[in-house]
């Protein structure tokens, strides 16, 4: 099965919850796009901080998922998110992991949040630990 074709079988329940469609996937970095709906918006109608930290953490999960030995797991340990932009109701954003480091214990990943447009929105770091 491919990398893409196992992420989007897993069926996650929070990433449903969010609408996440992965569209890319390979252990160099994943790729899912969103749309913004109302119930995942703040005033004024635009996309919460907490989604957005939510969607670049399952994409940083995912992609570890993707790299790890067999029998083995993980868990997000810490993440940072700098805000850029909004992304107003309606607005399809696309989020972009790649490794800043793949190792035995621990991976960082980095997350670019963008408009389907190009407008950045966020950039997320975070750490997953290997279990």
Do not use: Y
């Not at 329940?13 to 913004?36: I, N, Q």
């Not at 969607?55 to 993707?66: E, I, K, P, S």
């Not at 107003?88 to 992991?97: K, L, Q, R, S």
């Amino acid at each position: 099965m491919d990398k893409l074709q196992l992420l989007n079988d897993i069926k996650l329940p929070f990433a449903e919850v969010l609408g996440l469609k992965f569209t890319a996937a390979s252990e160099m970095g994943v790729t899912a796009e969103m749309v913004v709906r109302p119930e995942l918006c703040t005033r004024p109608a635009i996309l919460h901080g907490g989604a957005v930290m939510a969607f670049a953490d399952t994409l940083g999960a995912a992609a570890t998922v993707l790299n790890l030995p067999e029998g083995k797991g993980t868990t997000t340990i810490e993440s940072k998110t700098n805000f850029v932009g909004p992304a107003p109701v309606g607005t399809t954003v696309i989020g972009e992991t790649t490794p800043v480091h793949r190792g035995r214990r621990t991976m960082v990943w980095t997350t670019r949040i963008t408009t389907a447009e190009g407008k950045l929105v966020a950039v997320v770091t975070q750490t997953q630990m290997v279990l």
